[in-house]
């Protein structure tokens, strides 16, 4: 398996705070990344994708990304209590294959 | 987005027995896709990758006669866990890309998962 870091948490923000995730790879190889959020029981949802240094911005959401660091991490602006769950950090690698970080769980409190 | 869609959604079976998971890409087609197992608050743990008229490929520590993948078309692999033993209770998931789309950016598709009890 291709390692892939995340900080499992629980992390706590109050209502309308910023959130931040954070991930890491070791494969230099990797092409592009993804986050995806994950309520108990189901399956993942993509949140946002990226794949150049930098900042990539979608709602509330804004994904970073630092290839030279291996490192991606996800803001998520006023946090609401339904962005309360597990968020996922996946690695594209060669052949389309995904791999995925433990997960940080999100807790939004009202 | 499209769509992809597992089935069952949960299964429970008695021990030694064995059980299909099917996975369907509805609306695309996938020569390639993929089967996770998530354990109670872990992430997904990549299986197998399955090909479209070929073996698949398994994860290092996964054993491929027990868990054997078939991928007889492009939009259907089927996961069969056989002699099942309670500890292969999980949530298997599967995951096809849309690969057409172009590569960079195709996200990675998940069918609903299938919640396996072993008894």
């Known amino acids: 398996q291709k390692e892939v870091e995340q900080n499992s948490g629980p992390l706590s923000v109050p209502e309308g705070a910023i959130a931040s995730l954070n991930c890491t790879y070791s494969d230099r190889g990797s092409q592009s990344f993804f986050w995806y959020r994950q309520y108990s029981g189901k399956s993942p949802e993509l949140i946002m994708f990226?794949?150049?240094?930098g900042d990539k911005e979608d709602g509330r959401f804004t994904a970073q990304l630092n290839k030279a660091s291996q490192y991606v991490s996800l803001l998520i602006r006023d946090s609401q209590p339904s962005d309360s769950a597990t968020y996922l950090c996946?690695?594209?690698?060669?052949?389309?294959?995904?791999?995925f970080g433990t997960g940080t769980s999100l807790t939004v409190i009202p | 987005g499209a769509v992809v869609s597992q089935h069952p959604s949960r299964v429970i079976c008695k021990s030694g027995t064995s059980v299909k998971i099917e996975c369907r890409s509805l609306d695309f087609q996938a020569t390639t896709m993929f089967w996770y197992r998530q354990f109670p608050k872990k992430s997904l743990m990549l299986m197998a990758t399955?090909?479209?008229?070929?073996?698949?490929?398994?994860e290092q520590g996964v054993e491929k006669d027990k868990f054997l993948i078939n991928h007889a078309s492009l939009t259907l692999s089927t996961l069969t866990v056989t002699s099942a033993h309670p500890e292969d209770s999980s949530f298997y998931i599967c995951?096809?890309?849309?690969?057409?789309?172009?590569?960079?950016?195709?996200?990675?598709?998940f069918g609903q998962g299938t919640r396996l009890t072993v008894v």
């Open positions: 995951s096809a890309s849309d690969v057409v789309r172009g590569y960079m950016n195709t996200e990675a598709f």
């Open positions: 990226i794949y150049s240094n």
């Open positions: 399955s090909n479209e008229g070929s073996k698949a490929t398994y």
């Open positions: 996946a690695v594209k690698v060669d052949g389309n294959q995904f791999y």
